[in-house]
């Protein structure tokens, strides 16, 4: 296929951090490939972070949205209409929970509060993002999340982003069934452990990564432009017929059971 993939598209990106994230990494990818770029970021703490990345590849604008809240979602459509007549790529890399509920036994970190704030921001974002944006995005357009393995099985202090991560997959295929008469495509993609800045709340993350190198069927971890490639593939025309998907970026990890039974 000739010429940069993502050439006149234009991709809305939520959940830059610093510029370890996965969504930096789809981001500058994107760019290279020919796209142009809005930012989202949550607030005045995260813009410090976020508007310097954003400016340093040309973004088109950096704007403030707390998606726990309806109105700054609406507001940000309104934003975005004022750069663009429509938005092509939606990248949905948005996950929080408590920092004390990833730690523990699930059932005593999991409280009710937990609970709502987790689900709210990590898979519920997801089709509110969705849901305000449709108008804006024509036929051949796609939307693609970040989920993670604990969402299929059990990964220890991982706890209630995990049963999240499991609402997203699915909200995913229901999304894709829905747009999917829209033509709007969307997927997300199952990266394996990476070191982020979300990662780090996460106990035992650092050992996690040393040990999951060794028992990958690829004998390795992941780095965050593995998953920016495999996002640039989603939300090129390079996979115009996929949606509903959950694409393991992982080395391979999920498909392992017993590592050795020596």
């Not at 990494?25 to 703490?45: K, R, W």
């Not at 357009?141 to 202090?157: D, F, H, W």
Request: hydrophobic share 45%; proline share 3%; aromatic share 6%.
């Amino acid at each position: 296929m000739a010429g940069p993939l993502m050439q006149g598209k234009h991709a809305l990106v939520t959940g830059v951090a610093n510029d370890r994230s996965i969504a930096w990494a789809i981001a500058q990818l994107f760019q290279e490939e020919g796209a142009e770029l809005v930012f989202t970021y949550p607030g005045e703490s995260m813009e410090k972070r976020v508007r310097p990345l954003a400016e340093s590849i040309g973004a088109r604008a950096c704007l403030d949205c707390d998606v726990a809240k309806d109105a700054d979602i609406d507001r940000t459509v309104a934003e975005v209409k004022k750069i663009w007549d429509r938005v092509d790529v939606l990248i949905h890399s948005i996950g929080f929970a408590p920092r004390a509920a990833l730690d523990g036994r699930f059932t005593d970190a999991t409280t009710r509060e937990v609970w709502a704030i987790t689900m709210d921001i990590s898979a519920y974002s997801l089709i509110g993002l969705a849901r305000a944006f449709r108008p804006m995005m024509p036929p051949g357009s796609s939307i693609v999340s970040l989920t993670y393995y604990g969402a299929e099985k059990v990964v220890r202090n991982y706890n209630v982003m995990g049963v999240a991560k499991a609402a997203l997959e699915c909200s995913t295929r229901y999304l894709a069934e829905d747009l999917g008469q829209d033509g709007i495509r969307v997927n997300t993609i199952s990266a394996g452990p990476l070191k982020t800045l979300a990662a780090a709340g996460i106990k035992g993350m650092r050992s996690m990564l040393g040990e999951n190198a060794e028992k990958t069927p690829l004998r390795r971890n992941i780095d965050q432009v593995d998953v920016a490639k495999a996002a640039l593939y989603l939300c090129s025309d390079l996979g115009l017929s996929v949606t509903g998907e959950t694409l393991h970026v992982d080395a391979g990890q999920n498909i392992m059971g017993v590592v050795s039974m020596g």
